[in-house]
């Protein structure tokens, strides 16, 4: 059940700093719909390598801020250049 999209602005911050710390590989956080109303989503990068010292530092997954529900897609996908 999501939230009025307002409370997730509000919150917005919060959640960017907390999902950012809590896993290495997340590279986006942003507003999504979610049931009826809206929350954070996280788009993670299951392809970026991350070094044995930020996996160990990771923490518990975060399901929710604030009462905000938060969903996570993973990217396989690597980005190359030209």
Known sequence: MGVAFQ???EALDQAV?????AD????AVGIARHGDGFGFKAVKNAAKIVTT???KGKKRPVTS???I????????????FP
């Open 7 to 9: 409370a997730c602005a």
């Open 69 to 80: 529900p938060v969903t996570k897609d993973r990217s396989r996908r690597s980005r190359k």
């Open 24 to 27: 290495p590989q997340i590279q």
């Open 17 to 21: 700093d907390d999902l950012f710390d």
């Open 65 to 67: 801020i604030k009462k």
């Open 53 to 55: 010292a930020l996996a």
